[in-house]
């Protein structure tokens, strides 16, 4: 069992920044993949970004590539997501979520792929 809690989510206007966190325990993750999604009021979950813990690839939707920045300390078991340049569209929960990802396969963007699911944290963007 893999167990995920984020924490850095909050109000921030349109144009901020902020960096929400991941923390992972219960299992090595060398053979991981972590992953960030969010869900808006009435909308699916949105995938986000991706990183595979052993090399650090990463994947990210056309949506976010160059606003955001996931990223992790393997010291502190902890997975990151910097978000800059927030538009109010980004405004969601937003969920870490992990499966074992075998090196041989590409980083996924499908949500049935990853197994184990945080609790969630809120960011709202302020127009």
């Known amino acids: 069992q893999v167990q995920l809690v984020e924490s850095g989510g909050g109000l921030v206007q349109a144009g901020g920044s902020l960096r929400l966190s991941c923390a992972a325990s219960?299992?090595?993750?060398?053979?991981?993949?972590m992953a960030w999604f969010r869900q808006a009021p009435g909308k699916d979950r949105e995938f986000v970004a991706a990183?595979?813990?052993?090399?650090?690839?990463?994947l990210y939707p056309n949506s976010v590539k160059g606003r955001f920045t996931i990223s992790r300390d393997n010291a502190k078991n902890t997975v990151y997501l910097q978000m800059n340049s927030l538009k109010p569209e980004d405004t969601a929960v937003y969920y870490c979520?992990?499966?074992?990802?075998?090196?041989?396969?590409?980083?996924?963007?499908?949500?049935?792929?990853?197994?184990?699911w945080g609790q969630g944290t809120q960011v709202t963007v302020s127009s």
């Open positions: 979520a992990a499966c074992y990802w075998p090196v041989f396969k590409a980083l996924t963007s499908a949500p049935d792929e990853y197994d184990y």
């Open positions: 990183i595979r813990w052993s090399g650090g690839s990463t």
């Open positions: 219960g299992r090595t993750l060398s053979s991981y993949a």
